[in-house]
Protein backbone atom coordinates (compact mmCIF):
# COMPACT_ATOMS: atom_id res chain seq x y z
CA UNK A 1 0.00 0.00 0.00
CA UNK A 2 1.46 3.45 -0.68
CA UNK A 3 1.23 5.38 2.47
CA UNK A 4 1.89 8.70 0.99
CA UNK A 5 -1.21 8.03 -1.05
CA UNK A 6 -3.17 6.73 2.01
CA UNK A 7 -2.09 9.75 3.93
CA UNK A 8 -3.72 12.15 1.33
CA UNK A 9 -6.84 10.27 0.59
CA UNK A 10 -7.61 9.81 4.45
CA UNK A 11 -7.12 14.15 5.16
CA UNK A 12 -9.07 14.85 2.28
CA UNK A 13 -12.13 12.18 3.67
CA UNK A 14 -12.18 14.33 7.18
CA UNK A 15 -12.14 17.55 5.48
CA UNK A 16 -15.07 16.74 2.63
CA UNK A 17 -16.07 15.00 5.38
CA UNK A 18 -17.66 12.58 2.28
CA UNK A 19 -15.86 9.85 0.86
CA UNK A 20 -17.68 10.76 -2.58
CA UNK A 21 -16.28 14.10 -1.84
CA UNK A 22 -12.68 13.29 -1.84
CA UNK A 23 -12.92 10.84 -4.29
CA UNK A 24 -13.68 14.03 -6.41
CA UNK A 25 -11.29 16.19 -5.37
CA UNK A 26 -8.47 13.48 -6.16
CA UNK A 27 -9.83 11.91 -9.40
CA UNK A 28 -10.52 8.48 -7.89
CA UNK A 29 -13.44 6.23 -7.91
CA UNK A 30 -15.33 6.14 -4.43
CA UNK A 31 -15.04 2.48 -4.33
CA UNK A 32 -11.13 3.12 -4.49
CA UNK A 33 -11.43 5.28 -1.55
CA UNK A 34 -13.26 3.34 0.72
CA UNK A 35 -10.62 0.91 0.16
CA UNK A 36 -7.79 2.65 0.50
CA UNK A 37 -9.26 3.71 4.31
CA UNK A 38 -9.67 0.05 4.96
CA UNK A 39 -6.41 -1.34 4.11
CA UNK A 40 -5.21 1.93 6.33
CA UNK A 41 -7.27 1.09 9.09
CA UNK A 42 -6.31 -2.60 8.87
CA UNK A 43 -2.17 -1.85 8.66
CA UNK A 44 -2.54 -0.04 12.00
CA UNK A 45 -5.21 -2.10 13.37
CA UNK A 46 -7.63 1.22 14.79
CA UNK A 47 -10.61 2.26 13.53
CA UNK A 48 -10.27 5.67 12.06
CA UNK A 49 -13.13 6.67 11.00
CA UNK A 50 -17.15 6.18 12.18
CA UNK A 51 -19.51 5.98 9.64
CA UNK A 52 -23.23 5.77 9.39
CA UNK A 53 -25.18 6.42 6.38
CA UNK A 54 -25.52 10.19 7.00
CA UNK A 55 -22.00 11.22 8.38
CA UNK A 56 -18.76 10.60 9.26
CA UNK A 57 -16.61 11.57 12.17
CA UNK A 58 -13.07 10.86 13.83
CA UNK A 59 -12.47 8.30 16.04
CA UNK A 60 -10.17 9.58 19.21
CA UNK A 61 -7.40 7.50 17.67
CA UNK A 62 -8.33 8.76 13.67
CA UNK A 63 -7.93 12.31 15.40
CA UNK A 64 -4.30 11.77 16.32
CA UNK A 65 -3.63 10.25 13.35
CA UNK A 66 -5.20 13.31 11.19
CA UNK A 67 -3.19 15.72 13.11
CA UNK A 68 0.13 13.45 12.30
CA UNK A 69 -0.50 13.35 8.92
CA UNK A 70 -1.91 16.76 8.42
CA UNK A 71 1.81 18.06 9.87
CA UNK A 72 3.77 15.28 7.56
CA UNK A 73 1.99 16.54 4.62
CA UNK A 74 2.18 20.12 5.09
CA UNK A 75 5.86 19.82 5.39
CA UNK A 76 6.30 17.73 2.64
CA UNK A 77 4.46 20.22 0.90
CA UNK A 78 6.23 23.19 2.04
CA UNK A 79 9.88 21.83 0.98
CA UNK A 80 8.88 20.99 -2.16
CA UNK A 81 7.80 24.60 -2.65
CA UNK A 82 10.44 26.11 -1.22
CA UNK A 83 12.40 24.05 -4.56
CA UNK A 84 9.97 25.63 -7.01
CA UNK A 85 10.31 28.68 -8.79
CA UNK A 86 11.03 31.44 -6.07
CA UNK A 87 9.98 34.41 -8.34
CA UNK A 88 6.47 32.37 -8.24
CA UNK A 89 4.03 35.04 -7.74
CA UNK A 90 0.53 34.19 -5.41
CA UNK A 91 -2.09 33.90 -7.72
CA UNK A 92 -5.86 32.36 -8.19
CA UNK A 93 -8.88 32.67 -6.48
CA UNK A 94 -9.00 33.52 -2.54
CA UNK A 95 -12.04 33.20 -0.76
CA UNK A 96 -12.27 35.47 2.64
CA UNK A 97 -14.79 35.95 5.52
CA UNK A 98 -14.82 39.13 7.47
CA UNK A 99 -17.01 40.73 9.41
CA UNK A 100 -19.16 43.66 7.82
CA UNK A 101 -18.06 46.63 9.56
CA UNK A 102 -13.91 45.89 9.17
CA UNK A 103 -14.69 44.94 5.83
CA UNK A 104 -16.35 47.90 4.76
CA UNK A 105 -15.02 50.66 6.72
CA UNK A 106 -10.95 49.20 7.34
CA UNK A 107 -10.17 46.13 4.42
CA UNK A 108 -12.40 47.61 1.28
CA UNK A 109 -10.79 51.22 1.26
CA UNK A 110 -7.25 49.59 1.43
CA UNK A 111 -7.99 47.12 -1.19
CA UNK A 112 -6.36 48.38 -4.27
CA UNK A 113 -2.84 48.11 -2.43
CA UNK A 114 -3.30 44.36 -2.31
CA UNK A 115 -4.30 44.12 -5.90
CA UNK A 116 -1.65 46.22 -6.88
CA UNK A 117 0.80 44.17 -4.87
CA UNK A 118 -0.83 40.52 -5.72
CA UNK A 119 -2.67 41.22 -9.33
CA UNK A 120 -3.21 37.89 -10.21
CA UNK A 121 -4.92 36.72 -6.72
CA UNK A 122 -9.06 37.29 -7.42
CA UNK A 123 -10.55 37.89 -3.65
CA UNK A 124 -14.09 36.40 -3.19
CA UNK A 125 -15.12 38.49 -0.39
CA UNK A 126 -17.76 37.31 2.00
CA UNK A 127 -19.26 39.65 4.65
CA UNK A 128 -21.61 39.36 7.46
CA UNK A 129 -21.89 38.86 11.73
CA UNK A 130 -21.93 34.86 11.70
CA UNK A 131 -19.08 32.59 11.94
CA UNK A 132 -18.66 30.74 8.69
CA UNK A 133 -17.61 27.13 8.62
CA UNK A 134 -14.19 27.23 6.80
CA UNK A 135 -14.42 23.28 5.33
CA UNK A 136 -18.31 23.56 4.05
CA UNK A 137 -17.82 26.61 2.95
CA UNK A 138 -14.31 26.53 1.05
CA UNK A 139 -13.48 29.55 2.43
CA UNK A 140 -9.59 30.16 2.65
CA UNK A 141 -9.53 32.04 5.73
CA UNK A 142 -11.33 34.52 7.89
CA UNK A 143 -10.96 37.58 10.12
CA UNK A 144 -12.86 36.94 13.70
CA UNK A 145 -13.48 38.92 17.02
CA UNK A 146 -13.25 37.29 19.85
CA UNK A 147 -11.39 34.13 21.54
CA UNK A 148 -11.00 31.77 18.86
CA UNK A 149 -12.86 28.41 20.13
CA UNK A 150 -12.04 25.98 16.96
CA UNK A 151 -8.95 24.14 17.49
CA UNK A 152 -8.72 23.31 13.86
CA UNK A 153 -7.56 26.90 12.89
CA UNK A 154 -4.25 28.43 12.97
CA UNK A 155 -4.62 32.13 13.95
CA UNK A 156 -2.54 34.99 14.18
CA UNK A 157 -3.66 38.04 16.41
CA UNK A 158 -4.20 41.24 14.38
CA UNK A 159 -5.36 43.69 17.01
CA UNK A 160 -7.57 44.33 19.36
CA UNK A 161 -11.29 46.17 19.46
CA UNK A 162 -12.21 49.00 22.19
CA UNK A 163 -15.60 49.12 23.13
CA UNK A 164 -17.45 51.88 24.28
CA UNK A 165 -20.80 52.73 26.02
CA UNK A 166 -23.02 55.72 24.33
CA UNK A 167 -25.64 56.97 23.49
CA UNK A 168 -27.70 60.52 21.32
CA UNK A 169 -27.75 63.16 23.65
CA UNK A 170 -32.09 63.11 23.26
CA UNK A 171 -31.79 60.00 24.93
CA UNK A 172 -29.73 60.92 27.58
CA UNK A 173 -32.13 64.43 27.62
CA UNK A 174 -34.97 61.85 28.83
CA UNK A 175 -33.42 59.12 30.88
CA UNK A 176 -30.52 60.93 32.46
CA UNK A 177 -26.34 60.03 32.23
CA UNK A 178 -25.47 56.67 34.15
CA UNK A 179 -22.50 57.51 36.47
CA UNK A 180 -22.09 54.41 37.96
CA UNK A 181 -22.60 50.57 36.67
CA UNK A 182 -25.94 51.03 38.94
CA UNK A 183 -27.70 53.33 37.36
CA UNK A 184 -28.11 51.34 34.41
CA UNK A 185 -30.71 49.41 35.94
CA UNK A 186 -33.12 52.60 35.03
CA UNK A 187 -31.56 52.68 31.34
CA UNK A 188 -32.98 50.94 28.10
CA UNK A 189 -30.36 49.27 25.48
CA UNK A 190 -30.42 48.23 21.68
CA UNK A 191 -30.20 44.82 22.54
CA UNK A 192 -27.72 42.07 20.37
CA UNK A 193 -29.11 38.69 19.99
CA UNK A 194 -27.22 35.35 18.97
CA UNK A 195 -27.89 34.38 15.40
CA UNK A 196 -27.47 30.50 16.98
CA UNK A 197 -28.96 30.97 19.82
CA UNK A 198 -31.74 33.58 20.02
CA UNK A 199 -30.22 34.92 23.13
CA UNK A 200 -29.16 38.38 23.76
CA UNK A 201 -25.20 39.32 24.80
CA UNK A 202 -25.01 40.64 28.33
CA UNK A 203 -22.63 43.45 28.38
CA UNK A 204 -19.43 43.81 30.20
CA UNK A 205 -17.17 46.13 31.69
CA UNK A 206 -13.58 45.40 33.91
CA UNK A 207 -13.55 46.63 37.49
CA UNK A 208 -10.77 45.96 39.94
CA UNK A 209 -9.36 43.49 36.85
CA UNK A 210 -12.54 41.39 36.96
CA UNK A 211 -15.39 41.40 34.32
CA UNK A 212 -18.33 41.97 35.29
CA UNK A 213 -21.49 40.83 32.99
CA UNK A 214 -24.65 43.30 33.23
CA UNK A 215 -27.96 42.30 32.00
CA UNK A 216 -29.49 45.09 30.28
CA UNK A 217 -33.77 45.38 29.49
CA UNK A 218 -34.67 47.00 26.12
CA UNK A 219 -37.46 47.08 23.66
CA UNK A 220 -35.52 46.83 20.65
CA UNK A 221 -32.83 43.15 19.70
CA UNK A 222 -31.06 42.93 16.28
CA UNK A 223 -28.54 40.64 15.25
CA UNK A 224 -26.47 43.00 12.42
CA UNK A 225 -23.67 45.49 14.40
CA UNK A 226 -24.88 48.31 11.61
CA UNK A 227 -28.40 47.99 12.38
CA UNK A 228 -27.16 47.85 15.87
CA UNK A 229 -25.60 51.34 15.37
CA UNK A 230 -28.47 52.37 13.36
CA UNK A 231 -31.02 51.71 16.45
CA UNK A 232 -28.64 53.84 19.14
CA UNK A 233 -27.96 56.91 16.55
CA UNK A 234 -32.44 56.32 16.43
CA UNK A 235 -32.39 57.18 20.21
CA UNK A 236 -33.83 53.63 20.90
CA UNK A 237 -31.21 53.20 24.11
CA UNK A 238 -27.45 52.67 24.88
CA UNK A 239 -25.48 50.58 22.79
CA UNK A 240 -22.23 49.32 23.62
CA UNK A 241 -20.18 48.83 19.70
CA UNK A 242 -16.75 48.80 18.87
CA UNK A 243 -15.24 52.43 18.91
CA UNK A 244 -14.23 52.55 15.45
CA UNK A 245 -17.58 52.00 14.35
CA UNK A 246 -18.82 54.90 15.97
CA UNK A 247 -16.01 57.69 15.88
CA UNK A 248 -17.33 59.40 13.30
CA UNK A 249 -20.63 59.76 15.20
CA UNK A 250 -18.99 60.89 18.70
CA UNK A 251 -16.81 63.42 16.90
CA UNK A 252 -20.04 64.99 15.15
CA UNK A 253 -22.23 64.83 18.21
CA UNK A 254 -24.97 62.54 17.47
CA UNK A 255 -23.46 59.81 19.91
CA UNK A 256 -22.27 60.96 23.82
CA UNK A 257 -20.06 58.78 25.50
CA UNK A 258 -21.06 57.62 28.89
CA UNK A 259 -19.54 55.77 32.09
CA UNK A 260 -15.77 56.89 30.14
CA UNK A 261 -14.48 55.63 33.22
CA UNK A 262 -15.68 51.93 33.33
CA UNK A 263 -13.70 50.26 30.34
CA UNK A 264 -15.41 47.55 28.75
CA UNK A 265 -13.50 43.93 28.03
CA UNK A 266 -11.34 44.52 25.15
CA UNK A 267 -12.22 41.70 21.88
CA UNK A 268 -9.00 40.57 20.16
CA UNK A 269 -9.13 40.19 16.24
CA UNK A 270 -7.20 37.54 14.10
CA UNK A 271 -7.01 36.32 10.69
CA UNK A 272 -7.38 32.39 10.99
CA UNK A 273 -6.92 29.42 8.56
CA UNK A 274 -7.59 26.01 8.71
CA UNK A 275 -4.04 24.26 10.57
CA UNK A 276 -4.51 21.07 8.02
CA UNK A 277 -4.30 23.18 4.91
CA UNK A 278 -0.58 24.22 3.46
CA UNK A 279 -0.59 27.57 3.97
CA UNK A 280 -0.53 28.70 0.36
CA UNK A 281 1.16 31.58 -1.73
CA UNK A 282 -1.97 33.54 -2.11
CA UNK A 283 -3.44 33.12 1.75
CA UNK A 284 0.48 33.14 3.31
CA UNK A 285 0.18 36.91 1.01
CA UNK A 286 -3.02 38.31 2.46
CA UNK A 287 -2.31 36.96 5.81
CA UNK A 288 0.92 38.74 5.72
CA UNK A 289 -0.91 42.03 4.33
CA UNK A 290 -4.10 42.10 6.33
CA UNK A 291 -1.57 41.93 9.67
CA UNK A 292 0.43 44.74 8.21
CA UNK A 293 -2.26 46.28 7.33
CA UNK A 294 -4.21 46.55 10.90
CA UNK A 295 -1.39 46.82 12.83
CA UNK A 296 -1.02 50.41 11.06
CA UNK A 297 -4.27 51.28 12.96
CA UNK A 298 -4.33 52.39 15.92
CA UNK A 299 -7.48 52.72 16.87
CA UNK A 300 -7.64 48.84 16.52
CA UNK A 301 -5.65 49.46 19.87
CA UNK A 302 -8.36 51.52 21.65
CA UNK A 303 -7.02 54.93 20.45
CA UNK A 304 -8.18 57.61 18.48
CA UNK A 305 -5.17 59.58 17.22
CA UNK A 306 -1.48 58.23 16.55
CA UNK A 307 1.33 58.20 14.29
CA UNK A 308 0.17 55.76 12.08
CA UNK A 309 -2.55 55.84 9.23
CA UNK A 310 -5.08 54.23 8.17
CA UNK A 311 -7.73 56.18 6.62
CA UNK A 312 -11.48 55.00 5.95
CA UNK A 313 -14.45 57.13 4.68
CA UNK A 314 -17.80 56.50 7.02
CA UNK A 315 -21.47 58.01 6.25
CA UNK A 316 -23.12 59.93 8.83
CA UNK A 317 -26.70 61.13 7.23
CA UNK A 318 -25.28 63.21 4.10
CA UNK A 319 -22.28 63.83 5.69
CA UNK A 320 -19.05 61.97 4.72
CA UNK A 321 -16.29 61.96 7.65
CA UNK A 322 -12.59 60.95 7.00
CA UNK A 323 -10.72 59.30 10.18
CA UNK A 324 -7.48 58.89 10.97
CA UNK A 325 -7.29 55.12 12.92
CA UNK A 326 -4.21 53.37 14.77
CA UNK A 327 -3.39 49.77 15.63
CA UNK A 328 -3.39 47.50 18.36
CA UNK A 329 -6.91 36.92 17.32
CA UNK A 330 -15.66 33.58 18.35
CA UNK A 331 -16.56 33.09 20.60
CA UNK A 332 -20.42 34.38 19.82
CA UNK A 333 -20.61 36.85 22.21
CA UNK A 334 -17.88 39.30 20.00
CA UNK A 335 -20.76 39.25 17.56
CA UNK A 336 -21.29 42.86 18.89
CA UNK A 337 -18.13 43.86 18.11
CA UNK A 338 -17.83 42.45 14.76
Not at 24 to 41: C, F, K, M, S
Not at 169 to 185: K, M
Not at 217 to 236: H, K, M, T, W
Not at 294 to 307: Q, T
Request: proline letters at 5%; hydrophobic letters at 40%.
Amino acid sequence: MDRFQAMQVFTRVVDANSFTGAADLLGLPRATVTTIIQNLEALLRVRLLNRTTRRISLTPDGAAYYEHCARILGEIEETESSFRDVAHRPKGRLRIDVPAPIGRLILIPRLCEFHARYPEVELHIGMGDRAVDLVREAVDCVIRVGELQDSTLVARRIGTLKMITCATPGYLERYGVPTSIDDLAQHVAVQYFSSRTGRNFDWDFVVDGQTKPVTMRGNISVNDSEAYVACGLQGFGLIQPARFMVLPHLESGALVEVLPQLSSAPMPMSVAYMQNRHLSPKVRAFVDWVSELFGACPLLGGVDHGSGECSFTARSGSNTIRTEVERQNIEEQAAIDQ
